[in-house]
């Protein structure tokens, strides 16, 4: 079960007016009408993915009651972490003086911490942890070609962290569902920075380094996938749509929201969108909707919520989630 959750983004803000202080020709309606996004908050000097991840831990530790010295396992989906070696996990372990876990990241972009909470449950269901942090954390802007408009206006940073621990009376995971399909991968990557194409002038001065996407096409398999995503995870948790309380679907776009919605045939009023303040902080983005709807209320005991994520690789997936 989730017992606690938390969240944490950089103080800077950048609206959609902002951009064109920074030279980049795009409006606030065209961002506002083909994405949903008003601003996204932007990481500053101080802030790494390991301190908005800590940040956000230490809110879900507190809200779990749970201190460092409990946490068995630390799992930490990011896409974006401060170093390549070691994981970011370590990294958090470390700030927060968790000595006993066992830290390791998942790198399932988009759909990160959907994949880190499965992984999760299996930890527990393997007898090998019984309480595990989650934490979506990306410092996305510091990926991104702050040239291209075609993506620089889409992400922002920030961390949602997640207590799971071994369901109870009922409360818990009721159905996981994960995929992904490799043969998809070079349509959302960074082409080079790795060790095939190494950091080099000509990968920074040509934009390979940074994230490259070709939107349209990762639209429409976001569409079908997170649409398959809500229907799987249904059929195993034996529910209809009618029994959720809540979506909390990734937050890439307002109009891949409602499509999805849509699909699984559940009014917008019964989904929980943030994409507006945020933008998309890729593996952070569900969490930081769940701790938002946690602590407005949005999520009362015995609520029953659908988690859906899609992202790079492509990956995606789907939990049903009894409070
Ligand atoms: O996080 C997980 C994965 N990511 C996603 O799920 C993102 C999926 N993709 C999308 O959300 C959308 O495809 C985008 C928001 C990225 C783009 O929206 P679109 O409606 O697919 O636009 P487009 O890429 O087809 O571009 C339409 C036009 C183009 O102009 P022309 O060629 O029609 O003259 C672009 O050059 O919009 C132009 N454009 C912009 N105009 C103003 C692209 N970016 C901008 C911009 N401002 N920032």
């Given amino acids: 079960m989730i017992a606690g959750t938390g969240r944490s983004a950089p103080e800077r803000v950048l609206t959609n007016d902002g951009f064109a202080a920074i030279g980049i020709e795009t409006s606030d309606e065209w961002i506002r009408e083909r994405t949903g996004i008003r601003s996204r908050h932007i990481a500053g000097p101080a802030d790494s993915v390991t301190s908005l991840a800590a940040a956000a831990a230490r809110g879900a530790m507190e809200a779990a009651a749970v201190n460092a010295g409990e946490l068995d396992s630390i799992v930490v989906a990011t896409a974006s972490p401060d170093h390549l070696l070691p994981a970011a996990a370590v990294e958090l372990q470390a700030a927060l003086g968790a000595s006993r876990a066992a830290a390791f990241d998942v790198n399932a972009a988009c759909a990160g911490w959907i994949f880190g909470v499965t992984v999760a449950e299996g930890l527990i269901a393997a007898g090998s942890a019984e309480t595990v942090l989650v934490v ?18 889409l992400f922002g940073d920030g961390a949602g962290a997640s207590i799971v621990k071994r369901a109870s009376r009922g409360r818990g995971i009721l159905s996981a569902y994960t995929r992904s399909d490799g043969t998809l991968a070079k349509l959302l990557w960074r082409p080079a920075g790795g060790g095939v194409n190494p950091v080099t002038p000509e990968a920074l001065a040509d934009g390979t380094f940074w994230i490259h996407m ?20 249904l059929d195993a948790a034996k529910l209809s749509s009618d029994s959720i309380d809540l979506v909390i679907p990734h937050q890439a776009n307002i109009r891949i929201i409602e499509a999805t919605a ?6 917008m009023d019964k989904v929980y969108v943030n994409i507006d303040r945020y ?8 969490p930081i909707a769940l701790d938002e709807a946690m602590r407005t ?25 009894r409070f």
């Fill in 214 to 233: 070709q939107g349209r096409e990762v639209f429409k398999h976001a569409v079908r996938s997170m649409a398959d995503a809500c229907d799987r995870a």
């Fill in 279 to 286: 933008g998309n902080t890729s593996a952070a983005s569900i």
């Fill in 262 to 267: 849509k699909h699984a045939n559940v009014p």
């Fill in 297 to 321: 209320g949005r999520i009362g005991e015995g609520a029953t919520v659908l988690f859906v994520g899609f992202g790079a690789g492509f990956t995606w997936g789907s939990l049903v989630v």
């Fill in 136 to 153: 979506g954390a990306e410092t996305l802007t510091r990926i991104t070609n702050w040239k291209d408009r075609n993506t620089c206006v």
